[in-house]
């Protein structure tokens, strides 16, 4: 299993977004089972924040293997279904729809006056350092919360996307770039790559 410092290390820095993202990871492997080595586990996230980091790196479900679909509706909602336990329908699978329904500590008055500071552009040592302790503060909290104060959860059947697949290359008559076949458009009866067709 990998650790919080393990999504740190991929993500570049320690956030209270990215901890959220962790442990919606690690709640979504405890509900559903293991890593997705291949695609049998899918994520729908519905935002792009630095939390998708945590999802990726530990369960798995990534960009760049198709098992990371991003719908850009500005929500905190992260869900998981799971390819392999189709069953009548194929389309739909046993899943897990994570929403984050976490509330902050309040701010002591000196935290807010540091955080106006910080924001009117002031960042002398005492500043960033207020600013910082604030944020591990936050992110310990994240870390040791019980899941209940952390999501509102929802389980059941849910609707899966299509699995990736592999399309053939064409060349761009303008670029001569390959594209792949359903990214290609046809411009004067020749092929073109979207760029090309977006040109003048
Ligand atoms: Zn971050
Ligand atoms: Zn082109």
Same mark, same amino acid.
């Given at each position: 299993? %990998?650790?919080?410092?393990? #999504?740190?290390?991929?993500?570049?820095?320690? =956030?209270?977004?990215?901890?959220?993202?962790?442990?919606?990871?690690?709640? #979504?492997?405890?509900?559903?089972?293991?890593? +997705?080595?291949?695609?049998?586990?899918? +994520?729908?996230?519905?935002?792009?924040?630095?939390?998708? &980091?945590?999802?990726?790196?530990?369960?798995?479900?990534?960009?760049?293997?198709?098992?990371?679909?991003?719908?850009?509706?500005?929500?905190?909602?992260?869900?998981?279904?799971?390819?392999?336990?189709?069953?009548?329908?194929? +389309?739909?699978?046993?899943?897990?729809?994570?929403?984050?329904?976490?509330?902050?500590?309040?701010?002591?008055?000196?935290?807010?006056?540091?955080?106006?500071?910080?924001?009117?552009?002031?960042?002398?040592?005492?500043?960033?350092? +207020?600013?910082?302790?604030?944020?591990?503060?936050?992110?310990?909290?994240?870390?040791?919360?019980?899941?209940?104060?952390?999501? %509102?959860?929802?389980?059941?059947?849910?609707?899966?996307? &299509?699995?990736?697949?592999?399309?053939?290359?064409?060349? =761009?008559?303008? =670029?001569?770039?390959?594209?792949?076949?359903?990214?290609?458009?046809?411009? &004067?009866?020749?092929?073109?790559?979207?760029?090309?067709?977006?040109?003048?």
């Amino acid at each position: 299993m %990998k650790k919080f410092e393990d #999504a740190v290390e991929f993500h570049g820095h320690a =956030c209270p977004g990215l901890a959220l993202g962790y442990r919606v990871a690690l709640f #979504a492997l405890k509900s559903l089972g293991r890593r +997705a080595a291949d695609e049998e586990l899918v +994520a729908i996230v519905e935002n792009n924040s630095c939390a998708v &980091d945590a999802v990726q790196l530990v369960t798995g479900c990534t960009f760049g293997k198709g098992n990371l679909i991003f719908r850009d509706y500005g929500k905190q909602v992260y869900t998981f279904v799971k390819r392999s336990s189709r069953d009548e329908d194929p +389309a739909r699978g046993k899943g897990v729809r994570i929403s984050i329904d976490w509330t902050p500590p309040e701010e002591t008055a000196k935290e807010k006056q540091m955080w106006d500071r910080y924001m009117k552009g002031d960042h002398s040592a005492e500043v960033l350092k +207020a600013v910082h302790n604030r944020k591990a503060k936050k992110i310990a909290i994240i870390l040791k919360a019980g899941d209940e104060e952390l999501f %509102k959860v929802m389980k059941g059947k849910f609707d899966l996307p &299509d699995e990736a697949e592999i399309y053939p290359s064409l060349r =761009c008559a303008v =670029c001569n770039e390959k594209v792949m076949e359903p990214r290609a458009r046809l411009r &004067d009866r020749k092929i073109v790559c979207i760029p090309c067709f977006e040109k003048e």
